[in-house]
């Protein structure tokens, strides 16, 4: 398929700020307790399922992808920033990582036990939000986890003009509803185990919402179901 037009934009800014981006992001376990425990929990759920490995999508530099591995899983970063790759390889030289997109994920029907979609979807524009959705249950295999990570909101976007020491960037960011994307996640056949939404405070600047889910062994998917708003 031909890729989207803006994965260009969020490409090449990503390659821009990438250095930057690894100076300055967290370690997972700098984050608020209630993110570690989603990751927690999202590790031991894909332990138990006996199942493949885990796909870490918008890996940026690498250091979730780290932590899934500590954790216990077999992680796989990818990402579309070639130099957010470069950054990640050369700081985790044990561990797989690979270019690529949510929109056109480099991997076979239901081959993964999981698949970690961390602050990864909030620049994709919400109309294309059901390709990316069903990317992730086509390589999930039945029984496979997701957890799902985003800022949200009451529907806003914007276009900041610069980021991550005040360099320029040039991509859009969206700020959905909760609710739109279980919603969302339902009709492309996921079965939505928990919801968990953190207000901003002192440590969160926008509002947060993860979603555990799971693919069903049994597709879900009404025939016919094509409204994602």
């Known amino acids: 398929m031909t890729e989207p037009s803006y994965l260009a934009e969020v490409r090449e800014s990503y390659d821009t700020v990438a250095d930057a981006y690894a100076a300055l992001v967290k370690s997972p376990t700098e984050l608020d307790p209630l993110s570690r425990s989603m990751l927690t929990a999202f590790a031991e759920l894909v332990q138990a399922s ?3 490995p885990v796909a870490d999508l918008g890996c940026g530099p690498g250091k979730v992808t780290a932590h899934l591995a500590g954790l216990g899983v077999s992680p796989i970063g990818i990402d579309v920033s070639p130099r957010m790759i470069e950054l990640a390889r050369t700081a985790f030289p044990d561990l797989p990582f690979s270019v ?11 081959v993964l036990g999981g698949i970690l979609a961390f602050y990864s979807i909030h ?3 919400p109309e294309l939000l059901p390709l990316v959705f069903a990317e992730f249950h086509r390589t999930l295999a039945p029984g496979g986890r997701l957890l799902l990570v985003s800022h949200v909101g009451s529907g806003e976007h914007r276009r900041p003009e610069q980021a991550y020491g005040g360099l320029p960037v040039s991509f859009e960011s969206y700020r959905l509803p909760p609710g739109r994307h279980a919603r969302m996640l339902n009709l492309a056949g996921f079965a939505v185990d928990a919801q968990l939404v953190q207000e901003p405070d002192e440590s969160l600047t926008w509002k947060i ?4 889910a799971h693919k069903p062994t049994v597709d879900r998917r009404s025939p016919g179901a094509e409204s994602f708003s």
Do not use: V
Request: cysteine-free; proline content about 10%; hydrophobic content about 40%.
């Open 209 to 212: 919402a993860s979603f555990l």
């Open 123 to 125: 620049h994709t524009p």
């Open 100 to 110: 690529g997109s949510i929109t056109a994920l480099p991997f076979a029907d239901d």
């Open 50 to 52: 006996g199942q493949g």
